[in-house]
């Protein structure tokens, strides 16, 4: 029991870690807002993709770790579930972190490879109907096409979310172990949690229309669409 407890703490401080954070620092900069991409506009393309991949790196390791030490399944999700918590409100950085996309599909595409792999069929969906369009507009360099910006994508986060919200029942279809599913719809709930959580009290503030400001951040991500 004590190994089992200290496997979930660790697992959300390693979520919790600022490595985003850092690696802006390590050149200089101070980044804010969605660390993912400032770091890709302000630090640049090589390191942009460096912090991802260490991003994808908690959520693989956390469920390597605890295969390794032989935990149980419960607890090697519920490290799963901490890792990715530890991302969204990590205790290094006010409380106030990523979405937690990134580490979840890492967490799940370790534990219960088929059924994410699915889900991300329906994830890459939503990112091809915005990124497809742009890849093949004549005229425009690579470089340009590879730049971050514009209209704000409506598919990409409704295909997250859509996603994230089969995955229980594609683990459930493929006779993965309860706990597993049960966890998925907890990972599910998290998303959606933090998604309508992050920056609400400052559309409060602002006078913004509760129940349109609710659905547009659980759908799209964002308040105003």
């Known amino acids: 029991m004590p190994l089992d407890i200290a496997f ?10 600022p490595h985003l954070y850092l690696l802006g620092r390590m050149k200089g900069l101070r980044l804010s807002g969605d ?56 205790v290094f950085f006010h409380f106030d972190g990523e979405k937690g996309n990134s580490v979840g ?4 595409v370790t534990l219960t490879p088929v059924p994410l792999l699915l889900s991300l069929i329906i994830m890459l969906t939503g990112y091809g109907i915005r990124t497809v369009p742009r890849f093949l507009e004549k005229g425009v360099s690579v470089n340009e096409k590879l730049k971050l910006g514009g209209p704000p994508s409506l598919s990409f986060p409704l295909g997250m979310s859509l996603g994230f919200a089969a995955l229980p ?23 959606m949690l933090r998604r309508l959580t992050a920056g609400l009290g400052a559309d409060i503030k602002a006078g913004k229309d509760l129940k349109t400001v609710v659905v547009n951040r659980l759908l799209y991500d964002r308040a105003d669409v």
């Open 169 to 191: 029942l594609f683990a459930w279809l493929f006779d993965e172990p309860p706990v597993v599913v049960l966890a998925y719809v907890g990972l599910f709930l998290l998303i």
């Open 105 to 108: 599909a890492a967490v799940a």
């Open 35 to 90: 660390l993912h991409m400032a770091l890709w506009r302000e630090g640049g393309r090589p390191l942009g993709t460096l912090g991802f991949l260490l991003e994808l790196a908690k959520g693989i390791s956390v469920v390597l770790a605890g295969r390794a030490m032989d935990l149980d399944i419960a607890v090697v999700a519920l490290g799963g579930l901490a890792v990715v918590a530890g991302q969204m409100w990590p």
């Open 8 to 17: 979930v703490i660790g697992s959300y401080l390693l979520g919790a870690f």
